[in-house]
């Protein structure tokens, strides 16, 4: 009965290659992000979708392209992957509450490795 | 814009010891407070939160109190275990509905 889902688990490929992520979550949340974690464990947003519409889009480049084909499903697609991609990618999601200041709940992470 | 600034560390402490964790932030109007734990290998997860001035958040022994007037979130623990060994990070969350987070700090409680 997990919260929030994500595939791969670890994801080790060439530089140059194209990859998806894929992030699921069954709590019925409208909203669903991706955050980047670098190697100093730095965390920052780069993508949110409400109900399947693009919120927010943090200055991320064009090589990334984040697709929701439902509101449970947020796949972040990865093109022309580089060195600097290597980091850990976490999904994340909220209920859409009246304040909107409900808790976003992460999913495990997906390491990125590109060699 | 909205930040967070944290206690870096790393920290290494032995068990049973006093741990206070810093947290300040800068932001417009009146965010929600977090502070968010990830243990080795895992993925993060809410310890606590608040969402206005003098709230108190709790969970696990930790506490932090919503400080409006030094603008800080100070996460505080009394006799910490090994199993709190883990990176932690206090985050905000405004009205944009990002979440802002800080460094991290990595503590490690020896026996």
């Known amino acids: 009965d997990t919260a929030v889902s994500q595939t791969p688990k670890y994801l080790v490929t060439q530089m140059g290659n194209d990859k998806s992520i894929k992030c699921e979550q069954n709590l019925g949340h409208d909203t669903m992000y991706w955050y980047k974690q670098d190697s100093k464990k730095f965390l920052k947003i780069m993508f949110s979708?409400?109900?399947?519409?693009?919120?927010i889009n943090e200055t991320v480049p064009n090589r990334f392209s984040p697709k929701s084909p439902d509101k449970a499903h947020l796949n972040l697609h990865i093109n022309s992957l580089e060195l600097g991609d290597s980091a850990v990618y976490f999904c994340?999601?909220?209920?859409?509450?009246?304040?909107?200041?409900?808790?976003?709940?992460f999913g495990p992470g997906t390491r990125l490795t590109v060699l | 814009g909205n930040s967070v600034t944290q206690m870096e560390g790393p920290v290494t402490l032995s068990e049973e010891a006093f741990l206070t964790i810093n947290c300040t932030y800068t932001a417009t109007g009146y965010p929600s407070l977090f502070w968010y734990v990830q243990y080795p290998g895992e993925g993060l997860q809410l310890l606590l939160k608040?969402?206005?001035?003098?709230d108190k958040g709790s969970n696990k022994g930790f506490e932090a109190t919503y400080r409006k007037e030094t603008t800080s979130f100070h996460l505080e623990k009394g006799s910490v275990q090994v199993s709190d060994s883990a990176v932690y990070f206090c985050a905000l969350q405004g009205g944009s509905e990002k979440l802002v987070f800080g460094k991290g700090m990595k503590l490690t409680v020896n026996p």
């Open positions: 608040a969402t206005k001035a003098d």
């Open positions: 979708y409400n109900n399947k519409e693009l919120i």
């Open positions: 994340a999601s909220r209920g859409d509450g009246r304040l909107k200041t409900d808790t976003q709940y």
